[in-house]
């Protein structure tokens, strides 16, 4: 089984999030206070960010930190069922 890489998920979450803001790496740097390479880095999964840069990040996009938690536990979640071996069901 593949192990499931909690920071590229939510590397991932945050591009999304970028992304559907209309916001550049620039931008959300710039709001957050979190340096140009260190945002592209945590986005592509390399870094992982801790809760204040995750707070701060949050903020630049408008999303509440609990919001953003929620979507990347979804997210792990299906990632998880999907991997989890089908049982077939007792006769």
Do not use: C, N, Q, W
Not at 19 to 35: D, I, K, N, Y
Not at 55 to 64: G, K, P, R, Y
Not at 66 to 84: H, N, P, Q, V, Y
């Amino acid at each position: 089984m593949k192990t499931i890489l909690i920071r590229k998920v939510m590397g991932e979450t945050l591009r999304e999030l970028r992304m559907a803001a209309g916001m550049t790496l620039r931008e959300v740097s710039m709001a957050s206070m979190v340096s140009l390479g260190y945002l592209s880095e945590i986005e592509r999964g390399h870094k992982e960010a801790s809760s204040e840069v995750l707070f701060s990040i949050a903020s630049a996009l408008d999303v509440s930190l609990s919001d953003l938690m929620i979507s990347i536990s979804g997210k792990l979640a299906t990632l998880e069922a999907e991997r989890m071996p089908r049982v077939a069901a007792a006769a």
